[in-house]
């Protein structure tokens, strides 16, 4: 990995389960390379061949609208066959902590749609105050991430709690704490910064232009910049304009092979053709935390969308800890567990934070 991607901080420490020091992993994971997609099949990935794959990419962007789903007796079967395969972590609280015994717990957090609700303008996602105070006693209690689309700053200045790890652009920009915490006794010394991608900033720049002037007759459409990708939201267009919302990404798109388009909640987003997801910043910051061979690591990853399977399915192929799908309605995830909503994700930090209160006082005892 060359030293224009990643810098590391020269300090050495960092915490285990016990408390004790460790050496911080000073060798990141090798150079993401990219992505070896021929450009014909690039086209046909972006569905610019024809009608028929703009229809299908169009059905596809009407199944990640929520709004879509109507409750039916089929539906409801379905949902009640869904749950038994992930049930609520709620539910199955005193199970998963069993499971975690003798393991330290190390949580990562999508933002939007876990810890802030879903909003059509995404300047408003705000998380309650009661969530932050949440968050903030559970990074007291275990290493805390952040793993986010959104640009690292913005999703910072919406969280500002400064104890955490914060991983931005899904995954493509990684800031380590720069308080002091139980985690982090020497103040910045667990402060790294990876930016696998960061020779695609000048593209992201251009490509982001390209799309607020392509778009911006399209009422409701929303272009943002996350630094190290791009994202166009369609939550606020009226549904018969995506054919044409879906025309004017690939128009721009098309001319850039080294980029991809993938698809989340109403949103189509752009992002470097690179081996690098919310998995990679997972392994990533377990690494750096100095778990990357570790059998005593549980690490918990809740998220509501898309691209949050890379990180249940990373969590699935180590055999440890587990991920919580955030959603209502049923989806294909790797995930093990599930919780409806962000309120039930902040009562399942809750319960995490008491039960580390309760394990502690029970440990000082004997």
């Known amino acids: 990995m060359t030293q224009q991607n990643v810098v590391v901080s020269e300090t050495k420490t960092g915490i285990n389960s016990g408390g004790s ?20 099949r690039i086209l046909k990935n972006l569905e610019i061949n024809g009608g028929q794959r703009i229809n299908t990419w169009i059905d596809s962007m009407r199944a990640s609208s929520p709004t879509h789903v109507k409750s039916t007796p089929s539906l409801a079967e379905e949902y009640n066959s869904w749950i038994l395969r992930h049930p609520s972590a709620l539910d199955m609280f005193e199970q998963i902590m069993d499971a975690s015994k003798g393991k330290q717990i190390v949580m990562f957090l999508d ?28 990074a007291r209690c275990f290493p805390t991430a952040i793993v986010t689309g959104r640009c690292i700053d913005k999703v910072y200045n919406f969280v500002r709690l400064a104890e955490l790890y914060y991983a931005g652009s899904h995954g493509m920009d990684i800031k380590g704490p720069t308080k002091e915490s139980k985690y982090n006794k020497n103040k910045k010394a667990e402060e790294i910064l990876f930016q696998p991608a960061r020779e695609f900033v000048p593209m992201i ?13 399209t009422p409701g459409a929303r272009v943002e910049n996350h630094k190290f990708c791009a994202s ?6 009226e549904e018969k304009r ?26 189509l987003e752009i992002r470097p053709a690179i081996k690098w997801d919310k998995g990679k910043a997972l392994e990533f910051l377990l690494e750096s935390l100095g778990f990357a061979n570790c059998n005593d690591v549980f690490p918990v990853y809740i998220g509501d969308d898309r691209t949050d399977e890379d990180a249940f399915k990373k969590l699935r192929d180590r055999g440890q800890g587990f991920g919580i799908l955030v959603s209502k309605f049923p989806k294909d995830t790797t995930a093990s567990y599930s919780l409806q909503e962000p309120n039930e994700v902040m009562d399942f930090l809750q319960r995490l934070v008491e039960w580390k209160k309760v394990s502690t006082r029970s440990r000082s005892r004997v």
């Not at 995506?242 to 109403?266: D, F, N």
Request: glycine share 4%; aromatic share 6%.
């Open 111 to 138: 933002y939007d749609g876990t810890l802030s609700p879903i909003v059509d303008d995404p300047d408003r996602a705000l998380m309650s105050e009661s969530m932050r105070k949440t968050v903030r006693q559970l």
């Open 21 to 40: 020091t460790i050496t911080v992993a000073q060798k990141p994971p090798a150079a993401p390379g990219y992505i070896p997609i021929p450009r014909r």
């Open 205 to 217: 720049n251009e490509v982001y232009e390209q799309l607020v002037e392509k778009t911006k007759l």
């Open 232 to 237: 166009v939201h369609f939550r606020c267009v």
């Open 242 to 267: 995506w054919v044409e919302l879906a025309e004017q990404v690939k128009s721009v798109i098309k001319e850039y092979p080294k980029l991809r388009l993938t698809q989340g909640r109403k949103v």
